[in-house]
């Protein structure tokens, strides 16, 4: 990236200026950002300033000498020293023209980081096996999808997990509804327990339950129940697995609640913390002495009963982790598991994980809408939209999009009615009608006879126009777009990169004909398009929307 490049001709700069400027010790690494006004180069660094700090010198001198300093770089048209010391740095169009070059040699790659050795978790959506997912937990699973796309692009090693809790009184409730349908169904009419589950996939449930295991009806009681329980669990996460493939999200794993109490690692890592006197005994229940940890009040582990709490298995959870050998964890959580955010890292910490390698993502609501009107969201009473629907009306791609516009701190609004419209005021189709006109440019040169040369044997130099230079400026940005979204958990400036992206190549494809009668200026034009294409697929990817190489046309398009 040039900003590396710039880095070390900084940092060149400094280490023969620090004689000069009586310098000892570790210099400072210098940093390189863009100016806000274009007037004051295309980068800057404010490292004069820092150095300034420690010295008995003014930071416009330090930066003088930084700058009289420098090795001559062929990259570099102008330096100059503004205000009370930035330097600010003018670049020739050569390294855009080499950034088309490293594009069409690392196509798919470009942007991304090297693989490490550094093994990430990211545990996301997670919802209980109650019922279908409903518009509620899209948000979650596409912001988990998305940050394991990202830090996969970061060079990082990925497992996306799914973790359930399939035991406990949510499932409890969850086999008496069905249970219930499923004897009404058999001719014995039951009643619903008044806090069970509602809906009309409850007496779906029952009734296929009841035409595949009549002889279900004839066991105790507590059989029964059981093996209803069991089977209408596999059975909704079978329907949460196929909904979670039609919205572009995958889980390497699944862990359920009920497979580590069996296997006995929730009763383990209790002992484990009474062993490290971080669990104690009171009024029959164990708690964790969670303030120790900086939590609010501590927290039961086992109640009173002797059934484990949701946390108690937490722990064990915890420890399954680290024991699978991933360096760091992620949850993706929404905003009312704020909370725990102190007890499960302090639960890390007293179980011997460092707990720093445990991280919260925490997202905000997502208020959805249908022309103005909130939608319903309660499974429990079975009145919801379910993420099914939403992809039937407004189809993953404009769903994922949206959904990753704003960072996962801010609530959002969600209107229905408005995503679904297929016009150019629409972020997902400005952005997809750009790679799909991309695609129909380059098909029509090749149906015109034009053959695209190798990109070692064209002029790239003709590339000066100002609508063909800002567009070369968005696609060398992207590698540090993708590292900066990627260490701050931000999918969305990904998404806000592709529109930035798309308006640059929509402006180029206005100003500048592409196919002409001057073969030098097509071949570099050509190559410009189809960079732009690649680099345009690679955003979306990592955003889990497709690129489509042809579309229809979209209302307000040209």
Known sequence: MIEDDLRGWFRSGLEAAAPELGLDGELPEPEVMEPRQKEHGDFATNVALEVASR??????TVAEAIVAALPPAAFVR???VA???FINVFLTEGWLHDVLRRIAAEGASYGTAPRTEQRVQVEFVSANP?????????????????LARLLDAAGWTVEREYYYNDAGGQMDRFGASVDASYLSHLGRPTDIPEDGYHGAYIDELGRELAVEEPGWAALPDEERLAAVRGAAAARVLGWIDATLARFNVRFDSHVSEAALDRKGEIAQAIDQLRASGNAYEAEGAVWFRSTAFGDDKDRVLVRSDGRHTYFGADCAYLIDKFDRGFDHLIYVWGADHHGDIARVRGAAQALGFEPGAVEIVIHQWVSFLRGGEPVPMSKRAGTFVSLD????EVGADAARFHLLLFGNDHTMRFDIETVRQRSMDNPV?????GH??????????????????PIGTVDLAILVEPAETELLKALAEVPAVIAKAAALRAPHRVAHASQDLAARFHRFYTECRVVSDDSARTQARLWLCR???SVLANLLGILGVSAPERMDRVEGST
């Open 130 to 146: 109650t019922g279908p997912l409903h518009v509620g937990h899209a948000r979650n699973a596409v912001l988990g999808d998305a």
């Open 436 to 453: 799909a006109r991309i695609a129909s440019i380059l098909r029509t040169a090749k149906e015109a006879g034009v053959v695209l040369q």
């Open 389 to 392: 629907e939403l992809i039937d």
């Open 531 to 533: 960079a732009s294409g």
């Open 55 to 60: 010295i008995a010198a003014s930071s416009r």
């Open 78 to 80: 102008k330096v100059e």
């Open 83 to 85: 205000g009370p010391g």
């Open 429 to 433: 189709y400005y952005v997809q009608y």
